[in-house]
């Protein structure tokens, strides 16, 4: 006890030091309660990024240029949707054109926030009228651009294998997914590179560094406590502190452990792991009279914690203009070194992606129901992912029951597909389930509170109408459907073809991870978000909300409701796919790679040349 007072005695006093100091202010209370949506969401072809806009290059970039055109009812920030023509949509198009009255529609919370900015010209129909008629317009320009991208991979990339190093942590899946998508497309653009994962806090870090692993265990398990100390170490003065400590006692170490695996580039994917081992590989160049280039990949969406960014690093890749903003004011980061890349992700969700196309054109339906079939699944029934419940929502079996409830009181026909993981005891449960019991059990809609709970995250006046409306249909109960919808739920173990999952799904249900938003997005799957961890994961949020394809709540009856609202209503699902692909990039990873692999090999070539010039010295 005697050991730790000093230590709880010193957090105190920094806290209340620091807290009048500046921090990223994007994540300090809840994103719901200051977000606009009428912002751009193209963030390519020439448009103005919006704040929290999903970034893109190389070949990709040009798939969604042809694109921003279908998502033009999202490109104006006065108006979410765009004034276009009445014309009637394409006979023989797979996209109807909403035949009831907006105001017969289920109303839910991202359709209001579209008929609150509604233009003169017919809302969410118009959007989906302009949306179908530009899928028709872009058709072939679509499959010129992959069979360009196919021909590319095609091509022998110039430059031999490589020894990458990447630094990462078990500090969540996402680290080390992002890692190991970067490691197979090394391995694919150049054949026989070999690649270590190094962890340089757990393998030569003094205390408290080396403690990282398990102190982050505990510290995502208890979001206060996470919240508290995510925003007293994102500060200036804590984390000089934090660099000179760093510094002055495990710089030696780290520098010898790089140097034992004689990298030709290090690659960082984590926050921790860029200052100190920034330093010591300048150190490693100036002792073996080469240079060692040094890439920072940051795997946050939205947010971004300020150790991410260092001015020593060769480039840094970002997947938002949040954080290319975010690089550049924290840390001082130069515009050349900045590259708006996109999260990496697996490589099975680019092939999926080029295999469907735009998720909801004719093209991807039919796809997605060949997928379906593959994988077992009601190709004729909606289809909800559901991964993950996080922190502040209950369990991952309350969402489960919420939604089956609600989905069979209206009448809607679906497929819960539950990923339980290795949660073997979860999966039994939903496999000898009572669902009939479930819905006896369950309090009746004009019972529910959660109207009211969700009145207050939205400041919109016209948005507070039409939750009213809703209220008031839940009351006089015709929101109750007079068939009861045939609902099949699925419980998954561990998967291993994910994105075969999500090109099956209608929507996903899981918390704010930013891997799983980028893949959701990359194969344009609109997304309900549950729950974040405080500071790192709530500009995630951000970029659900302003990229216009899904929404938060923290509440299981609020998400099964909006679920339901958005599985009843076409329109709404058109516009939210697009979105999403705008936002998406399937082959960031790729697009990393080449030109990390590019830039290497010139520094190799660099290096090989200065040691023959010292050598006819």
Same mark, same amino acid.
């Given at each position: 006890?005697?050991?730790?007072?000093?230590?709880?005695?010193?957090?105190?006093?920094?806290?209340?030091?620091?807290?009048? *100091?500046?921090?990223?202010? $994007?994540?300090?209370?809840?994103?719901?309660?200051?977000?606009?949506?009428?912002?751009?969401?193209?963030?390519?072809?020439?448009?103005? %990024?919006? #704040? =929290?806009?999903?970034?893109?290059?190389?070949?990709?970039?040009?798939?969604?240029?042809?694109?921003?055109?279908?998502?033009?009812?999202?490109?104006?920030? &006065?108006?979410?949707?765009?004034?276009? $023509?009445?014309?009637?949509?394409?006979?023989?198009?797979?996209?109807?054109? %909403?035949?009831? #009255?907006?105001?017969?529609?289920?109303? +839910?919370?991202?359709?209001?926030?579209?008929? !609150?900015?509604?233009?003169?010209?017919? =809302?969410?129909?118009?959007?989906?009228?302009?949306?179908?008629?530009?899928?028709?317009?872009?058709?072939?320009?679509?499959?010129?651009?992959?069979?360009?991208?196919?021909?590319?991979?095609?091509?022998?990339?110039?430059?031999?294998?490589?020894?990458?190093?990447?630094?990462?942590? @078990?500090?969540?899946?996402?680290?080390?997914?992002?890692?190991?998508?970067?490691?197979?497309?090394?391995?694919?653009?150049?054949?026989? $590179?070999?690649?270590?994962?190094?962890?340089?806090?757990?393998?030569?870090? *003094?205390?408290?560094?080396?403690?990282?692993? %398990?102190?982050?265990?505990?510290?995502?398990?208890?979001?206060?406590?996470?919240?508290?100390?995510?925003?007293?170490?994102?500060?200036?003065?804590?984390?000089?502190?934090?660099?000179?400590?760093?510094?002055?006692?495990?710089?030696?170490?780290?520098?010898?452990?790089?140097?034992?695996?004689?990298?030709?580039?290090v690659v960082s994917v984590h926050?921790?792991?860029?200052?100190?081992?920034?330093?010591?590989?300048?150190?490693?160049?100036?002792?073996?009279?080469?240079?060692?280039?040094?890439?920072?990949?940051?795997?946050?969406?939205?947010?971004?914690? *300020?150790?991410?960014?260092?001015?020593?690093?060769?480039?840094?890749y970002v997947a938002s203009e949040?954080?290319?903003?975010? &690089?550049?004011?924290? =840390?001082?980061?130069?515009?050349?070194?900045?590259?708006?890349?996109?999260?990496?992700?697996?490589?099975?969700?680019?092939?999926?992606? +080029?295999?469907? +196309?735009?998720?909801?054109?004719?093209?991807?339906?039919?796809?997605?129901?060949?997928?379906?079939?593959?994988?077992?699944?009601?190709?004729?029934?909606?289809?909800?992912?559901?991964?993950?419940g996080g922190e502040g929502v209950?369990?991952?079996?309350?969402?489960? @029951?919420?939604?089956?409830?609600?989905?069979?009181?209206?009448?809607?026909?679906?497929?819960?597909?539950?990923? *339980?993981?290795?949660?073997?005891?979860?999966?039994?449960?939903?496999?000898?389930?009572?669902?009939?019991?479930?819905?006896?059990?369950?309090?009746?809609?004009?019972?529910?509170?959660?109207?009211?709970?969700?009145?207050?995250?939205?400041?919109?006046?016209?948005?507070?109408?039409?939750?009213?409306?809703?209220?008031? &249909?839940?009351?006089?109960?015709?929101?109750?459907?007079?068939?009861?919808?045939?609902?099949?739920?699925? +419980?998954? =173990?561990?998967?291993?073809?994910?994105?075969?999952?999500?090109?099956?799904?209608?929507?996903?249900?899981?918390?704010?991870?930013?891997?799983?938003?980028?893949? !959701?997005?990359?194969?344009?799957?609109?997304?309900?978000?549950?729950?974040?961890?405080?500071?790192?994961?709530?500009?995630?949020?951000?970029?659900?909300?302003?990229?216009?394809?899904?929404?938060?709540?923290?509440? #299981?009856?609020?998400?099964?409701?909006?679920?339901?609202?958005?599985?009843?209503?076409?329109?709404?699902? @058109?516009?939210?796919?697009?979105? !999403?692909?705008?936002?998406?990039?399937?082959?960031?990873?790729?697009?990393?790679?080449?030109?990390?692999?590019?830039?290497?090999?010139?520094?190799?070539?660099?290096?090989?040349?200065?040691?023959?010039?010292?050598?006819?010295?």
């Amino acid at each position: 006890m005697t050991n730790i007072l000093p230590i709880i005695t010193t957090t105190t006093l920094l806290f209340f030091l620091l807290t009048t *100091c500046p921090r990223e202010t $994007t994540s300090t209370s809840s994103p719901l309660l200051k977000l606009p949506f009428g912002v751009a969401l193209s963030t390519r072809g020439g448009t103005t %990024p919006p #704040p =929290g806009g999903g970034g893109g290059g190389g070949a990709n970039a040009n798939i969604s240029a042809a694109l921003s055109g279908g998502a033009a009812a999202f490109t104006s920030n &006065a108006s979410v949707v765009a004034p276009v $023509t009445t014309a009637s949509p394409p006979q023989n198009s797979a996209i109807a054109t %909403p035949t009831l #009255p907006e105001e017969e529609v289920p109303v +839910g919370r991202v359709r209001g926030r579209l008929l !609150a900015h509604k233009s003169s010209d017919g =809302g969410v129909a118009a959007a989906a009228r302009a949306t179908t008629r530009r899928w028709e317009e872009v058709a072939g320009e679509i499959e010129d651009v992959v069979a360009a991208r196919n021909a590319t991979d095609d091509e022998d990339v110039k430059g031999g294998p490589l020894k990458v190093l990447f630094l990462s942590s @078990d500090t969540g899946g996402g680290h080390r997914a992002s890692a190991e998508a970067l490691a197979k497309q090394f391995q694919r653009h150049y054949p026989n $590179t070999t690649y270590s994962l190094l962890d340089v806090w757990t393998a030569d870090g *003094c205390l408290p560094y080396r403690t990282l692993v %398990p102190t982050y265990k505990h510290l995502s398990a208890h979001p206060r406590q996470w919240r508290l100390l995510y925003h007293i170490s994102n500060t200036g003065p804590y984390m000089l502190i934090v660099d000179i400590h760093s510094f002055l006692t495990c710089e030696r170490k780290v520098r010898r452990r790089i140097k034992s695996y004689n990298p030709d580039v290090v690659v960082s994917v984590h926050p921790t792991m860029n200052n100190i081992p920034i330093i010591a590989t300048r150190k490693i160049a100036k002792e073996e009279g080469r240079h060692v280039p040094f890439f920072t990949v940051v795997t946050d969406f939205g947010s971004g914690h *300020c150790t991410w960014f260092k001015n020593g690093v060769d480039r840094i890749y970002v997947a938002s203009e949040r954080i290319r903003r975010l &690089a550049k004011r924290r =840390g001082g980061v130069k515009d050349e070194k900045l590259v708006m890349s996109g999260l990496p992700i697996r490589h099975q969700f680019a092939v999926e992606a +080029g295999n469907m +196309g735009q998720r909801r054109s004719p093209v991807g339906m039919a796809y997605q129901r060949m997928v379906r079939e593959e994988l077992g699944v009601d190709v004729d029934k909606k289809t909800v992912l559901v991964m993950g419940g996080g922190e502040g929502v209950g369990s991952l079996s309350d969402i489960v @029951d919420s939604l089956y409830v609600t989905f069979s009181k209206q009448g809607i026909d679906a497929t819960i597909l539950v990923v *339980c993981g290795r949660n073997a005891k979860l999966q039994k449960k939903l496999e000898t389930r009572d669902w009939e019991q479930i819905i006896k059990q369950s309090e009746r809609l004009k019972k529910r509170r959660h109207f009211h709970r969700l009145r207050w995250m939205v400041p919109s006046k016209r948005i507070r109408q039409s939750l009213k409306r809703a209220a008031k &249909a839940a009351k006089e109960g015709t929101l109750e459907a007079s068939k009861k919808g045939s609902v099949d739920v699925v +419980g998954l =173990g561990f998967v291993t073809e994910m994105a075969k999952y999500m090109v099956a799904s209608d929507v996903l249900v899981t918390k704010a991870g930013p891997g799983t938003i980028a893949e !959701a997005a990359a194969l344009g799957l609109p997304v309900m978000l549950t729950s974040f961890l405080p500071g790192q994961e709530a500009g995630n949020v951000n970029i659900v909300l302003d990229g216009g394809f899904g929404d938060f709540c923290d509440e #299981p009856w609020g998400i099964s409701e909006e679920v339901a609202c958005w599985l009843r209503d076409e329109a709404l699902m @058109d516009i939210m796919s697009v979105a !999403a692909s705008d936002v998406g990039v399937p082959n960031a990873a790729s697009d990393i790679v080449l030109d990390i692999g590019t830039s290497t090999h010139e520094w190799m070539l660099k290096n090989e040349e200065q040691r023959r010039a010292k050598e006819e010295q």
